[in-house]
């Protein structure tokens, strides 16, 4: 589209060009290979400017051959970021060359920079902030659109393309992996096609995080040991080689995968996860206990209901009131199991937090010798649960592996999850996932790395 250019619009010369000096509302625009002709206030608010191509001649992307042959001057609308805090209307005009190579089949051809590229209608400066909103600011693609005047379609292939430039795992070094799982979406019911049966389906995810930075490398679907399975064979031999230490969740399906496919690796087993088992059986015990002494559920004007948070609380980080009420509680004879249930996660607890494993060690005799004195089914789990896992407690003493970050990761990504409104499409989802978790770790680079994992042995 050929339109005439007006008196104040003054066209780049060659000599124009070899000036590098900008005049200053180019400056101020700065959009690269561009230089303002004219900026105008339009009557119902926001701001018209006019760009040219500064480029004399170009390339064909077809032959390569450089052509100064002008066909025509175009004169296009595109989007672009607000200056000055205002809405602009950009109009471009750039010049469309005629291709000096009689060989080649292209006829003519446009310019193209790095702002605005073959067939764009938008600057990648304007796609750049709306990729930026919805990876670092966690906005909502629909609001993004509002902000930046672009269509949802236009956002999303952003956000998409921009996971795509994501390195590949296999490029990332990683000596530490933690893996875990999180649920998605809410469970769902199907027919099954062949029963006709209804089948409750739980939309779980397992991911796959560096667990010295938090790096999100990988999502899968599910959370068996086939899945985690399948990622890892999936790496290369030299990444599995470099692999130090895996830190899961006290999950079977976990440990078998990773005994299968990385059998010289040690696995570090979550410590949270294993306080939260204690607290799970305490909780069991007083539920128990009270069913037992009274005859129904706990309440409030019952103290061992009342204080049910203190008794969870870590026993060390009391204080002197706090410690004064608990004794009280536990004094009652009634409740002499859940006294006995609280020493034996009090135990739990000093085992975890042991520096050393001569210090886990000692600490396991006293742990076990609470198990013992409790003598009931419920603290009797607990120890065999420890004792199926006491490998991995001993290597998460030594090497203080934890899953800490997989957690923050999956906390993040719920928070994708909630600003999303509910994906539906998986892809998008995961795209979201990664994106936002490769710029995190970016920003976050000059994390101190944890010093020799293999200190004490
Ligand atoms: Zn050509």
Sequence with gaps: MFQPTGPHLSLPTASS?????????????????????????????????????????????????????????????????????????????KPRFLCVEVACARRTFTQVTNQLGFRARCTTRLKAAAVEAVLDEGMPIWRACARHRLGWATINAAVVADTLTIPDPDQVPVRALGIDEHRFARAKWFKHPDTAQWCRVEPWMSTFVNAETGHVLGVVDGRSSANITRWLNQRSQAWLEQLQVVAIDPSSAFRNAVRQVLPAVEISVDHWHVVRLGNQMLTEVRQRVTREVLGRRGRKEDSVWAHRMLLLRAGDRLTDAGLHRLEQVLE????EQVAAAWAVKERLRVMLAAKDIPAAQNARIDFEM??????MAETD?????????????????????????????????????RTGRGFRNQKNYQSRILGTSVRQTRRRRRIPHQQGLHAQR
């Design 17 to 93: 060009v070899i000036d590098a000096v900008r005049d200053p509302t180019s400056v101020v625009f700065n959009l690269e290979g561009y230089q303002v002709l004219s900026a105008c206030d339009l009557p119902l608010g926001g701001r018209r400017v006019s760009a040219a191509a500064n480029s004399v001649e170009a390339a064909c992307p077809d032959c390569g051959v450089i052509s100064a042959r002008v066909h025509q001057r175009t004169r296009q609308r595109v989007k672009d970021l607000g200056v000055g805090g205002k809405d602009i209307e950009l109009v471009i005009i």
């Design 381 to 417: 789990k607990l120890a065999a649960t420890v004792g199926n896992w006491w490998t991995e407690i001993k290597v998460f003493v030594r090497t203080q592996v934890t899953n800490a970050r997989t957690e923050a990761a999956n906390t993040g990504i719920k928070h994708i999850k």
């Design 332 to 335: 009652d004879a009634d409740y």
């Design 370 to 375: 609470a198990v013992a004195a409790a003598d």
